[in-house]
């Protein structure tokens, strides 16, 4: 996702608008919305041009303090020039920053990378003209790849329809899905990021598993031939669950990158969202020449006390083979401790009950668990 899709999506709205620049903008209201068509467009311009600001100008803390206004006497042809001129401005900042920079962004972790605002300027591109193609009765579908990359960037969230185009509509309160209750508020979703010392763990969305699962880099700069099969197992894990509509993003897959080169080291991450009774599963591994240097203790602490923090987690587990001692030694390190007999006895039937197949791969797995520590401790 780059500033080629972003002047793809913008050279298709401009295209389907210049038809209709002889007609009252300001006298429509655009679709759904209660804003006129006029207005509409050029609020698409308001976020690319904002977009490209927080970008490019590096913003960490808000919105950079401008807005931009039009001439006087600007008609409708002006002003697609500059809904095109933002869009090239926002390209032009997607494709210039490095990969790891990341700019402000209120919702929902208080910042985005460069896919990340390709894909917000996108989304306004695409379910504005929506709006205003409505309002002055013009047909308008953008591209289903497109549409389906956005869905599994922003709203990881949201189990993919028959086709995407009606279920990115369907997801922002645009239109009716079969089966499925209308949706009357909703946000899209950038990826979550949790900083240590020498990494950022940066969460996985679905468009990146599904490349990473097919052997593929995923976005990211890996270290000696790419991620070890234990991130491109997690990934798989990502999209089935994204295909089905149970992947919960923060209750996937991190990839570990590190801080002084941006080169990523491995995966870490959860099997699933925490259960009813408030646990969850953990897992890691790294490229081989990354180990012994302490990224995947720094990770798995960082990782754990980001969960245990929430309301909803009280007890991590990790089931780590009885012959991996340094992986054990990283669940120790992380303040994992070896569970009770017990605790390992529950464990075991429950996941006998949703994999029998791996019933000899239980004998060989010990428990280990991290729980939340009493507020008096």
């Not at 389907?16 to 903008?25: F, H, Y």
């Not at 900042?93 to 985005?112: G, K, M, Q």
């Not at 801080?259 to 991450?269: P, Q, T, V, W, Y």
Request: charged share 25%; with cysteine; hydrophobic share 40%.
């Amino acid at each position: 996702m780059g500033g080629q899709q972003v002047r793809e999506a913008v050279a298709g709205t401009v295209a389907l608008l210049r038809t209709a620049t002889d007609q009252d903008w300001d006298g429509v209201k655009a679709g759904r919305l209660e804003w006129s068509c006029r207005t509409t467009v050029f609020h698409i311009a308001e976020d690319l041009i904002a977009y490209a600001a927080q970008l490019a100008g590096r913003a960490q803390d808000a919105y950079v303090p401008f807005e931009i206004t039009l001439d006087e006497g600007t008609d409708n042809t002006g002003l697609l020039h500059v809904v095109e001129t933002t869009g090239a401005l926002l390209a032009a900042a997607v494709d210039t920053a490095p990969r790891e920079v990341r700019a402000f962004h209120p919702y929902p972790f208080r910042s985005a990378n460069r896919e990340g605002f390709a894909s917000m300027g996108i989304t306004e591109v695409l379910l504005h003209t929506h709006d205003v193609a409505e309002g002055l009765g013009l047909p308008y579908e953008p591209p289903a790849e497109l549409c389906e990359d956005i869905l599994a960037r922003l709203f990881p969230h949201v189990r993919p329809g028959p086709t995407a185009w009606p279920t990115l509509l369907w997801a922002t309160g645009r239109g009716d899905l079969p089966g499925r209750t209308p949706v009357t508020d909703w946000r899209w979703h950038n990826n979550l990021v949790i900083p240590t010392d020498r990494l950022t763990l940066q969460g996985v969305t679905p468009a990146a598993a599904h490349d990473l699962r097919l052997g593929g880099d995923g976005g990211f700069d890996w270290i000696d031939a790419g991620p070890f099969h234990g991130t491109r197992e997690a990934a798989g894990m990502v999209v089935k669950a994204y295909e089905v509509g149970l992947h919960r993003p923060e209750w996937g897959l991190f990839v570990l990158v590190r801080r002084e080169d941006g080169r990523a080291l491995g995966g870490i991450g959860f099997h699933g969202a925490p259960d009813e009774d408030a646990r969850a599963e953990v897992g890691y591994d790294l490229a081989e020449t990354a180990r012994g240097h302490g990224y995947a203790t720094e990770a798995l602490r960082a990782l754990s006390d980001w969960a245990l923090a929430r309301d909803d987690v009280h007890t991590l587990i990790a089931s780590i083979y009885d012959d991996n001692h340094p992986s054990q030694a990283v669940a120790t390190r992380a303040g994992y401790v070896r569970a009770t007999l017990e605790e390992e006895r529950t464990a075991h039937e429950a996941h006998e009950a949703h994999e029998a197949h791996d019933d000899d791969m239980d004998d060989a797995l010990s428990l280990y668990v991290r729980r939340r520590r009493p507020l008096s401790s």
